[in-house]
């Protein structure tokens, strides 16, 4: 089965940009069928879709968070990214990069704190 | 924006009882609803989707049911490893929203 890991800072400070790379093994992002997500959790709180990327380049973003979010994919790395713009104490997140249909999430990949502070 | 609102808050059941958790849309999204089950300092597991189709890998003892705006996900004979924190999510709207619940925490008795 498809596995991912995120990477990337687990600090960032306040009005910087947040990014976040997500790398796949066990499949091929290029392969088709599946969307690539990121999907974060507040400490203690539920979850809240971001966004995904099919393998072409579209993308669909949570209307909410839609002005500050770019995901973009390297196929030739079988990597997807997410970045994150102008952020505040607010999202400080465990970030999940996450496979599956274009309706649900599955596999997910472990996770990573990133915290937002000066 | 469709609001996913889980009961109860916190479920406490014996080992090898049933377990029954709620959730509720703020309108109807058909059969367009997945659970997923979290456990401490771990990613969430897609349990069910399409309300009642158990994903690869997931064990009878897990069932979904429901449309519309109420659904529920009943865990028939509780296991240990069961005790964990269980999320609704829709997946109805188009361009899509995919929004959560608040989560069910199912705790032992």
């Known amino acids: 089965q498809v596995q991912l890991q995120e990477s990337g800072p687990g600090l960032v400070k306040p009005s910087q940009t947040l990014s976040l790379t997500c790398t796949v093994s066990?499949?091929?992002?290029?392969?088709?069928?599946?969307?690539w997500s990121w999907i974060r959790q507040h400490p203690g709180k539920g979850l809240e879709w971001i966004g995904y990327?099919?393998?072409?380049?579209?993308?669909y973003y949570n209307p909410s968070l839609k002005s500050r979010v770019t995901i973009s994919v390297d196929t030739s790395k079988n990597q997807f990214s997410l970045k994150l713009s102008s952020v505040t104490a607010a999202d400080t997140a465990v970030y999940y990069c996450?496979?599956?249909?274009?309706?649900?999430?599955?596999?997910w990949g472990q996770g990573t704190l990133v915290t937002v502070s000066s | 924006e469709i609001v996913m609102t889980q009961s109860p808050a916190t479920l406490s059941v014996s080992p090898g009882e049933r377990a029954t958790l709620s959730c509720r849309a703020s309108?109807?999204?058909?059969?367009?609803l997945a659970w997923y089950q979290q456990k401490p300092g771990q990613a969430p597991r897609l349990l069910i989707y399409?309300?009642?189709t158990r994903a690869t890998g997931i064990p009878a003892r897990f069932s979904g049911s429901g449309s519309g705006t109420e659904f529920t996900l009943t865990i028939s004979s509780l296991q240990s490893e069961d005790f964990a924190v269980y999320y609704c999510?829709?997946?109805?709207?188009?361009?899509?929203?995919?929004?959560f619940g608040q989560g069910t925490k199912l705790e032992i008795k």
């Open positions: 399409g309300a009642s």
């Open positions: 990327i099919y393998y072409s380049g579209s993308t």
């Open positions: 066990g499949g091929s992002i290029s392969s088709g069928g599946y969307y």
């Open positions: 996450a496979s599956g249909s274009i309706n649900w999430f599955d596999p």
């Open positions: 309108q109807s999204v058909s059969s367009n």
């Open positions: 999510q829709q997946y109805n709207n188009w361009p899509p929203e995919n929004t």
